[in-house]
T-cell receptor, first 113, second 113 residues
């Protein structure tokens, strides 16, 4: 059964710092991995989807990496800004299912001005 | 850019009442999902729907829950007799044929008193 874990649960950094969020999954047979952003009380905004055949995917200041064999993904945020403050979730679809997503519990990020 | 929409944004109901949560998926999408997130907990899969029938459901999705695509555009989640523990944010998602990204709506916050 696929399980997704994210560490740290919370992170507070000063503005401008580069940071890394971690996501691990127990079953390496994945199609892809998706990173989401969630603002308090709000919906899920898809940030990046990294295919199982890819090692990295970039969008602006965000870079996601994937190491299937070790069951890990990282989300790198460069030059963090207060507007990056949110909860970041990773999710993987379950193979041989209706493509339902299994989510991690998220990392709550606070970027201090 | 087209978006998945959900109504209402917030629903307050009394325990034992029926509620219907509505979603309008993207027009060319054929796969539909409901997820929920109890406050402070992970986003959890409830049900997936394709070709006018449930393709997969979780153990959470018991006889109190039902889904329907009544008119070819709306996708609804009905909870027949709400319980206190049904209080959560409910997210609808949709996916196009052959696509690997699920597009999420903004969510409906359900509060059961």
């Amino acid at each position: 059964k696929q399980e997704v874990t994210q560490i740290p649960a919370a992170l507070s950094v000063p503005e401008g710092e580069n940071l890394v969020l971690n996501c691990s999954f127990t079953d390496s047979a994945i199609y892809n991995l998706q990173w989401f952003r969630q603002d308090p009380g709000k919906g899920l905004t898809s940030l990046l989807l990294i295919q199982s055949s890819q090692r990295e995917q970039t969008s602006g200041r965000l870079n996601a990496s994937l190491d299937k064999s070790s069951g890990r993904s990282t989300l790198y945020i460069a030059a963090s800004q207060p507007g990056d403050s949110a909860t970041y979730l990773c999710a993987v679809p379950v193979v041989d299912s209706s493509y339902k997503l299994i989510f991690g519990s998220g990392t709550r990020l606070l970027v201090r001005p | 850019e087209p978006e998945v929409t959900q109504t209402p944004s917030h629903q307050v109901t009394q325990m034992g009442q029926e509620v219907i949560l509505r979603c309008v998926p993207l027009s060319d999408h054929l796969y539909f999902y409901w997820y929920r997130q109890i406050l402070g907990q992970k986003v959890e899969f409830l049900v997936s729907f394709y070709n006018n029938e449930i393709s997969e459901k979780s153990e959470i999705f018991d006889d109190q829950f039902s889904v329907e695509r009544p008119d070819g555009s709306n996708f609804t989640l009905k909870i027949r007799s709400t319980k206190l523990e049904d209080s959560a944010m409910y997210f609808c998602a949709s996916r196009p044929p052959g696509g690997r990204i699920q597009y999420f709506g903004p969510g409906t916050r359900l509060t059961v008193l």
